[in-house]
């Protein structure tokens, strides 16, 4: 794979394809701001703009039909949020949600549809992001489905915290809920537990993380592997990008 072009967009995805690629690519990209809670992408809604987002993260949710949901991945400045462009639809059956408000580059779903056509360099990156971004919701199912409420917590802190640019953002009880398919009783019993233990503090709708280190150790092996796999596609996160801290 060619080396990837200096980090100059703040989007790792961007970032490591190669340099005539992303010159291509820059004169169709947009600056944009994104809010707490502003959705991106409906379900069953053509999608027209996908987002590569930079400083901004946020969660891709499963909504039922008694409106209840449970966030099924999670996409920061390692991704794009319009997976189902890259993979030939125009629409999805999932909500893309930002959790933690910032900055993102936004592109025409027919933008770039054109430019996979023509670039097959962007083409497999894009496509290899896909099956990555596959492997974290997969693994998000397994781990709902058998590891405590405790270890689950501190895979999602742990991820948000990969994906922030400090060690403090907004969440409150009820979006953990949302985001980890729990009862809002369950998240205050385990989110007290990591608190008392000194791995975060959590005050005002804010969540801090306090001890990254001890927070690895209270998670599952779930978060390894996620990690691993983004790794190996984009390499090691360049130091101050706010990803996989050490």
């Known amino acids: 794979m060619p080396h990837p072009a200096p980090l100059t967009v703040g989007n790792r ?17 947009t600056p944009v701001e994104l809010a707490f809670r502003q959705v991106l992408q ?5 999608i027209a703009t996908v987002y590569f987002l930079q400083t901004a993260w946020g969660s891709m949710i499963a909504t039922l039909e008694d409106g209840d949901g449970a966030e099924v991945g999670l996409i920061g400045h390692e991704g794009v949020v319009g997976l189902p462009v890259i993979l030939g639809d125009d629409r999805d059956d999932l909500e893309a ?25 962007l083409r497999a990156l894009l496509l290899r992001y896909a099956l990555v971004h596959h492997g974290q919701v997969s ?3 397994a781990c709902n489905g058998r590891h405590y409420t405790e270890q ?11 994906r922030s640019q400090g060690d403090e953002f907004p969440m409150t009880h009820e979006l953990l809920a949302l985001m980890l398919g729990l009862r809002r009783s369950g998240v205050t019993v385990a989110a007290g537990a990591l608190q ?4 975060i503090r959590y005050e005002r709708g804010r969540i801090t993380i306090t001890d990254r280190s001890g927070l690895e150790n209270a998670t ?7 990690r691993r796999a983004l790794d190996r596609l984009l390499g090691p996160a360049h130091e101050g990008s706010g990803v996989y801290r050490r």
């Open 13 to 29: 995805l961007l970032a490591a394809l190669p340099a005539e690629s992303l010159t291509r690519l820059l004169p169709q990209l």
């Open 42 to 46: 409906l379900p069953e809604t053509p």
């Open 196 to 199: 008392k233990a000194g791995l």
């Open 220 to 226: 599952c092996e779930c978060y390894g592997v996620t």
């Open 152 to 162: 689950r917590l501190a895979r999602w802190l742990l991820m948000a915290h990969d």
């Open 97 to 121: 949600m930002i959790q933690n408000p910032g900055t993102a580059l936004s592109m025409s779903a027919a933008a770039l549809r054109d430019e996979m056509a023509r670039d097959p360099a």
């Open 139 to 141: 693994r998000t199912a």
